[in-house]
């Protein structure tokens, strides 16, 4: 199961930092609000498989099936994100299919969550989801990084044909076919399904020999309030993934390549920093209450967003879409952009937004710097390196925490019941979360720029705080009620 875990989360991460060129090469008028939809894409089609597959493990009473099925639809959707190319028409409609059939295929992680849930005993759970979410966590670093050693294929790579293309955006779909197959094989070599019934529990069961539990319904108001915390913890990570690739590429000038390497390496090296976290909850847990350990996710995660505000006097650099060779002069060895007379020069520009060489889109350069179709990029101060890194770090430490934390607590709200449907509802709210927020990120960014998009993040995490803080006594592990113990233990 942890195997299946790492291979969804390499999955989905493989390609982030780079879907947002590869978008762009197959539709060069592509804006970050298609991005948005592409992204949320992957979400979607987890949203609607995850309380799918979850039913169909409590019906069948089985993990595997599920498992297989959703293997399948996922080495097939990455054999199709690799083919977008050779499509003559509508590809970036191919592309949202591609990503949400890739996401149909990740709604296996409500059946892995469940399975270990059940195959746990209670004081063992959150050291065992902090394992679970460890190996998502080294997914998410494998992933990335396996894009960034790539990127030397570059494109179009060393096999472009009809039929078969190796380049930098390819390869890592190819790849995780491969993985699939790989765990399709060990899933029918290897696994073997167990279950296990806490002693919390069996107490209250009035037949020790039986493995029947009674009939109970959870808290309520617990379960409601979980899926809204991970729904808020997932929308932070959707934005965070989101953003970070269109940020870099407006605020530093990086080229598609540059922003497709560094983000990887960031990504990578965020996946680290995730890891040590998980080891620190696991050891902290045992001391510490795991409703502070969620608060104390939420609020760096806060912090994380608001080092990211931009302020100063230092401006993203212009890129003028329509500026050839004809509006550029030499000066002093370098080129500087000369505004055509249809352009408003914002007062800081001769100070500080110059055009790096290869700016401009004339003589078939890839165009960089903050695009003139964002009004803000005239007025917005640019979000620095070194804060852009902070930023990354407290998300990168506030995330995981936040992630851990949620599914411990609402795998023991929900008592020694099978949890396949609602480990499945949990995955479905944070698919549900990373839909609407690589959209939301996309309009409001596009809109408005990094100033009112951080600042609307730190609201959300700030309210989410308090929410914790009014639900807090009600996030507790299940227990039974007096009515439901044997007759010689009322």
Not at 19 to 36: E, Q, V
Not at 144 to 156: D, E, L, R, S
Not at 396 to 402: D, F, K, L, R, S
Request: include cysteine; charge should be positive.
């Amino acid at each position: 199961m942890y195997l299946t875990m790492f291979l969804s989360s390499v999955s989905f991460s493989i390609c982030m930092s780079s879907i947002w060129p590869y978008l762009k090469l197959l539709d060069s008028s592509a804006s970050t609000d298609l991005l948005g939809w592409v992204v949320a894409s992957y979400s979607i089609g987890q949203l609607i498989a995850s309380p799918f597959f979850g039913m169909m493990a409590n019906r069948m009473r089985k993990s595997r099936e599920p498992l297989v099925i959703s293997l399948i639809i996922n080495i097939l959707a990455n054999i199709l994100y690799a083919y977008l190319e050779d499509i003559k028409t509508h590809r970036v409609v191919f592309l949202i299919a591609a990503r949400a059939l890739i996401g149909f295929g990740a709604g296996n992680v409500a059946v892995v969550r469940s399975y270990l849930s059940g195959a746990t005993k209670l004081k063992e759970r959150t050291s065992a989801m902090a394992n679970l979410s460890a190996f998502q966590a080294i997914g998410f670093i494998v992933g990335p990084g396996i894009q960034t050693a790539m990127v030397p294929i570059g494109y179009p790579g060393p096999v472009h044909m009809s039929g078969l293309r190796i380049n930098l955006y390819t390869a890592p779909a190819f790849l995780s076919a491969l993985v699939g197959i790989l765990n399709l094989l060990l899933l029918f070599l290897v696994f073997k399904e167990h279950r296990v019934l806490d002693e919390e529990y069996s107490h209250s069961i009035q037949d020790p020999g039986r493995e029947e539990i009674p009939d109970y319904k959870p808290d309520k108001i617990a379960v409601a309030s979980s899926n809204i915390i991970f729904f808020v913890v997932l929308f932070i990570f959707a934005v965070f993934e989101t953003i970070g690739t269109p940020l870099t590429m407006d605020m530093y000038a990086w080229t598609r390549a540059h922003a497709t390497l560094y983000n990887g390496i960031i990504l990578a090296v965020g996946g680290v920093v995730a890891i040590l976290v998980f080891i620190v909850i696991k050891i902290l847990s045992k001391w510490v209450n795991e409703r502070l350990l969620l608060i104390g996710g939420l609020i760096c995660c806060f912090l994380g967003f608001f080092v990211y505000l931009p302020w100063g006097n230092d401006y993203p650099s212009s890129q003028m879409a329509n500026i050839g060779p004809e509006h550029q002069l030499p000066k002093n060895g370098s080129w500087f952009t000369v505004i055509p007379s249809d352009k408003t020069i914002p007062p800081h520009y001769n100070q500080s937004t110059t055009a790096a060489p290869g700016n401009s889109s004339g003589s078939g350069s890839e165009a960089t710097g903050c695009p003139d179709a964002y009004q803000w990029c005239s007025y917005t101060p640019i979000v620095t390196l070194s804060q852009f890194l902070c930023g990354t770090a407290l998300i990168c430490i506030g995330y995981p925490t936040g992630n851990v934390m949620s599914y411990a607590l609402f795998s023991k709200i929900l008592g020694p019941k099978p949890q396949g449907t609602m480990m499945g509802i949990l995955t479905a709210s944070g698919s549900l979360a990373r839909t609407v927020g690589p959209i939301f990120v996309s309009l409001i960014y596009h809109a408005f720029g990094p100033r009112v998009t951080f600042v609307s993040m730190c609201g959300m995490t700030l309210i989410t705080v308090i929410f914790v803080g009014f639900v807090y006594k009600r996030l507790v592990p299940f227990k039974f009620e007096k009515g439901l113990e044997p007759p010689d233990q009322r």
